[in-house]
């Protein structure tokens, strides 16, 4: 994972909402995610959607862990409403790699995404 950012930054999408659960913000305006929460979600998608632009070939195993992750900590979240759309991304990535069986690491990345 030290070898793709996304896949490396995306660790953060998961602690990410568990630090905001443990120490939530009481102000009357919270309505969610924390602001750094929100960003490195953001920096995660950017970095995912920049691996996809920059493969012509299909989706890798750490591209697929960095969604994985990004789709963890969405369910740990206060809102997820992209978490459909993420959801079918991944299918669309794991479909196009030929199934869960087509991914690497020995089974390990089919059974993150089957988690």
Same mark, same amino acid.
């Given at each position: 994972?030290?070898?793709?950012?996304?896949?490396?930054?995306?660790?953060?999408?998961?602690?990410?909402?568990?630090?905001?659960?443990?120490?939530?913000?009481?102000?009357?305006? %919270?309505?969610? #995610?924390?602001?750094?929460?929100? *960003? &490195?979600? /953001?920096?995660?998608? +950017?970095?995912?959607?920049?691996?996809?632009?920059?493969?012509? %070939?299909?989706? #890798?195993?750490?591209?697929?862990? *960095? &969604?994985? /992750?990004?789709?963890? +900590?969405?369910?740990?979240?206060?809102?997820?409403?992209?978490?459909?759309?993420?959801?079918?991304?991944?299918?669309?990535?794991?479909?196009?790699?030929?199934?869960?069986?087509?991914?690497?690491?020995?089974?390990?990345?089919?059974?993150?995404?089957?988690?």
């Amino acid at each position: 994972m030290y070898e793709d950012p996304a896949a490396f930054l995306s660790t953060l999408c998961i602690s990410a909402p568990y630090v905001d659960t443990m120490q939530p913000d009481t102000s009357p305006n %919270r309505q969610g #995610d924390s602001a750094s929460t929100l *960003a &490195v979600r /953001q920096e995660v998608m +950017g970095l995912i959607n920049r691996n996809l632009r920059q493969t012509a %070939r299909k989706a #890798d195993d750490l591209t697929i862990v *960095a &969604v994985v /992750q990004l789709l963890t +900590g969405e369910m740990m979240s206060l809102t997820c409403e992209s978490l459909a759309v993420h959801e079918h991304g991944l299918t669309a990535m794991i479909m196009e790699r030929g199934g869960l069986e087509q991914l690497g690491g020995n089974g390990r990345v089919a059974s993150t995404c089957t988690m």
